[in-house]
């Protein structure tokens, strides 16, 4: 169990574990096709980060369980098509503005900034001309995730 998760409902424990996943689908496939590139910049993420001794280090070592069967099981648990898998995504993402109030200050912040961090380099991963990584227009939209608020703001 993640201390910082102690206030929260199982519920709202399982959409923070799930909020980076979703913010790799989110970003990856906003050009329609989430290619092997994106999943394997995600799971390198992951892979670091829980080495890290950070704020976060113990959200990762919680989320890096079997983090690539997480991500396949999550991105087929969506409808394939970009217009109806996107939406319900960003809904749920919204979902984390409720939760800031109910976790640690300084842990929401730096949980928010690592989201962020994520979309870039999930964005930055794939695509580009001769796959020199760049950002697509479509990712751009989300790259810095408008439907989270910033928690350092409130």
């Not at 730096?110 to 991963?125: G, N, V």
């Not at 939209?141 to 608020?149: D, E, F, G, V």
Request: with cysteine; net charge negative.
């Amino acid at each position: 169990m993640i201390p910082e998760f102690q206030t929260l409902t199982d519920s709202e424990t399982e959409l923070m574990l799930k909020a980076p996943i979703l913010v790799c689908i989110l970003i990856a496939g906003a050009d329609g096709d989430i290619d092997r590139k994106e999943i394997k910049e995600a799971i390198a993420i992951v892979r670091k980060e829980k080495k890290n001794h950070t704020l976060l280090s113990g959200f990762f070592r919680e989320m890096a369980q079997d983090f690539e069967d997480k991500i396949k099981i999550l991105i087929q648990s969506y409808p394939f098509e970009l217009s109806k898998r996107t939406p319900l995504i960003i809904e749920e993402l919204k979902s984390l503005n409720l939760l800031w109030k109910k976790i640690d200050p300084e842990f929401s912040i730096a949980y928010y900034e690592m989201l962020k961090s994520i979309s870039e380099r999930i964005a930055s991963s794939s695509g580009g001309l001769w796959g020199i990584k760049t950002v697509g227009s479509e990712e751009a939209q989300y790259l810095h995730l408008p439907m989270i608020t910033d928690p350092a703001k409130k």
